[in-house]
């Protein structure tokens, strides 16, 4: 069962590598048509976050916001297949880092930086984008997926572009393997945390929010410099990704300061332009009084 699912997979991505953007509009538009209307897809989790992120919105700008993440979801869809077949020429012509001399300094030293982002934007190219363009080689966390086939494929797909892919299982042992190598890591850290006894607590959009102590104690236990990932979508299917310094010496912050600038620039870019972060994932299924 699991090859078959491949071969559609793979069959669903060649006929998306072979159509212009044009025509992948109107793709992206049947795919919003299924997800927002006829799937329902999260549609009660959409409505609840913005609700919650937004109390001052009315009922019919809270509904005009989530079309509008609907239709930016049916076009992240189609993009990371997209992605499959562009060419190294066409995606960095398409995802731009605007200010990737910053990192120039870590590379000369040696020094390891840890990148922090989120899931705004097209965070799927921006793991191909940034090998492309990076002086060091980009480590990508990632959750392996089920189906071993479409796995395989897709770590063989990113690699091409100098990606490395890490299991989130092997986090801290692919840190120590990349000790002696100058790397790049990147961490996706606005996801809801399995173990609340570890998390940060951070006023986040108006919300008592837990977050992942993964990237600040990785910073801390190795004392590695971070930035933020910044993405901008300058529009459809092209973004710009810039990286702003959160800190050099993780041990001049108090604990739990890191997490926090973190969360101030995710969420200073989402009150711009909401519509682009991931609204349909549980952000805020815990409360703090279940960390008691």
Not at 142 to 157: A, Q, T
Not at 241 to 267: M, N, Q, V
């Amino acid at each position: 069962m699991q090859r078959l699912t491949y071969y559609f997979f793979i069959s669903f991505v060649y006929l998306i590598g072979v159509l212009p953007f044009s025509v992948l509009y109107l793709f992206s538009f049947k795919v919003y048509i299924l997800l927002y209307y006829v799937f329902r897809y999260r549609k009660k989790v959409v409505y609840s976050n913005l609700s919650k992120a937004f109390p001052e919105k009315s009922n019919k700008e809270i509904k005009t916001l989530a079309k509008k993440f609907y239709k930016h979801l049916a076009d992240i869809f189609i993009e990371s297949l997209k992605g499959f077949s562009m060419s190294h020429e066409e995606i960095v012509r398409r995802y731009k880092i605007v200010n990737v001399e910053l990192l120039d300094e870590y590379v000369k030293t040696g020094k390891p930086v840890i990148l922090i982002g989120g899931h705004y934007g097209n965070w799927e190219w921006g793991s191909m984008a940034g090998g492309l363009q990076s002086k060091c080689p980009l480590v990508i966390f990632y959750k392996p997926l089920s189906n071993k086939y479409i796995n395989d494929y897709m770590i063989k797909s990113r690699s091409r572009c100098g990606t490395i892919m890490a299991s989130i299982a092997r986090t801290y042992q692919t840190f120590k393997n990349q000790v002696a190598t100058p790397s790049f890591f990147l961490l996706i850290a606005d996801q809801c945390p399995s173990r609340l006894d570890k998390a940060y607590w951070i006023d986040f959009l108006g919300i008592n929010t837990a977050f992942l102590h993964g990237p600040e104690q990785y910073c801390r236990k190795l004392n590695y410099p971070a930035f933020f990932v910044d993405i901008k979508r300058v529009k459809r299917s092209f973004y710009e990704l810039e990286l702003f310094p959160i800190i050099d010496h993780p041990d001049d912050l108090p604990e739990g300061e890191i997490t926090a600038r973190y969360a101030k620039l995710l969420e200073a870019r989402i009150r711009k332009e909401p519509e682009y972060w991931l609204w349909s994932h549980r952000r805020w299924k815990h409360e703090r009084n279940q960390n008691k």
